[in-house]
């Protein structure tokens, strides 16, 4: 019973350690799926196909160089690291 309790605590403080990233992934769903929900509201208020689609693709523009601009820092510090790893491998 106490190794389930201490299994609980570990995962409870995993997540509590891992709530930035957690809260960064939600962000990009948040943007990813922001062209579709802009389309559908338009569509329920009554607009054009032409207007859904030239906002829609607006909107979903600027979300993905919204998602680069997330994911190129993370992508650099990724990178970095592998980088020295292979430079100290190669000396």
């Keep these: 019973m ?12 995993y997540i509590r350690e891992s709530f930035l990233e957690i809260f960064k992934a939600f962000f990009l769903f948040i943007l990813i799926s922001s062209g579709l929900v802009s389309a559908i509201f338009l569509r329920y ?8 689609t030239f906002f829609s693709i607006l909107i ?16 650099e510090i990724k990178e970095s690291s592998q980088t020295s790893k292979i430079k100290e491998k190669t000396n």
Excluded: D, M, Q
């Design 2 to 13: 106490s190794s389930i309790i201490s299994w609980i605590k570990r995962e409870i403080i």
């Design 45 to 52: 208020l009554g607009y054009s196909g032409t207007v859904i």
């Design 60 to 75: 979903e523009f600027i979300a993905l160089i919204l998602c680069f601009l997330l994911l190129k820092n993370y992508l």
